[in-house]
């Protein structure tokens, strides 16, 4: 398709689980952003690629969140040792362009993470 | 710091209406201002942005925002209601001072009523 693709929609752990979710951005987006979204609170950014480098992390939580875009698409986020309170929405999104978002960003529908 | 207020977490207008969404700001220099919209099962979609320029800004679907700097404010309007307007809606703000991702409100439910 021609939008972002998140996948999985859904995905159910256990604490204490590994976990990834993929992100495959518009093609020829440069610029790769991962937000995520707790109950009824806005999108929070966690992460900014642009191209195979993280241009800003800033706003992972901890040491146990990490993304990777090892060729400058596909992009994946990873939560090691899941804690509850990781359950979110987590939203990636794609832009064309440097040096800020000053066009719009095209989100994904999401990827529904719920920690037992 | 940045930072963003959405006042009002449910916005009720009969369908015909005109609809206002409040949204004000605070960021360090100039802001870079945008409004998203997120329809149940959806991801969320860009509305409109202000960078520089007229104050006034139109985007899609017949809304438009309009920058107010002394009031740093940033209100989402709509002349004439329709019931697919329903959804909720972001505010977000970006500053010029190099930052790469955007602020974004909590959010306000928006339901137009037949």
């Known amino acids: 398709g021609a939008g972002v693709s998140q996948t999985p929609s859904n995905k159910v752990t256990e604490k204490g689980k590994y976990v990834e979710l993929r992100c495959d951005p518009i093609?020829?987006?440069?610029?790769l952003y991962w937000y995520r979204q707790s109950l009824g609170q806005g999108p929070e950014f966690l992460i900014y690629?642009?191209?195979?480098?993280?241009?800003?992390d800033s706003g992972l939580p901890n040491d146990r969140f990490f993304a990777v875009r090892p060729e400058g698409s596909v992009s994946t986020l990873k939560i090691q040792r899941t804690e509850r309170g990781d359950s979110a929405v987590y939203l990636c999104?794609?832009?064309?362009?440097?040096?800020?978002?000053?066009?719009?960003?095209?989100f994904g529908e999401g990827s529904r993470l719920t920690v037992l | 710091a940045q930072s963003v207020a959405q006042p009002e977490d449910q916005v009720n207008v009969a369908e015909g209406n005109p609809l206002t969404v409040k949204c004000t700001y605070s960021v360090s220099g100039n802001p870079y201002l945008f409004w998203y919209v997120q329809y149940p099962n959806r991801g969320l979609q860009f509305l409109l942005k202000?960078?520089?320029?007229?104050?006034l800004v139109k985007g899609s679907y017949g809304f438009e925002a309009e920058f107010n700097k002394s009031q740093t404010s940033f209100h989402l309007k709509k002349p004439s209601a329709l019931v697919s307007d329903s959804a909720l809606y972001f505010c977000?703000?970006?500053?010029?001072?190099?930052?790469?991702?955007?602020?974004f409100g909590t959010g306000t439910r928006l339901t137009v009523i037949p």
């Open positions: 977000a703000v970006s500053s010029r001072a190099g930052a790469n991702n955007l602020f």
């Open positions: 690629f642009q191209g195979t480098g993280a241009a800003d």
């Open positions: 202000y960078i520089t320029g007229d104050n």
């Open positions: 999104a794609s832009s064309l362009g440097i040096g800020g978002p000053t066009g719009e960003l095209f």
């Open positions: 093609s020829g987006h440069t610029a």
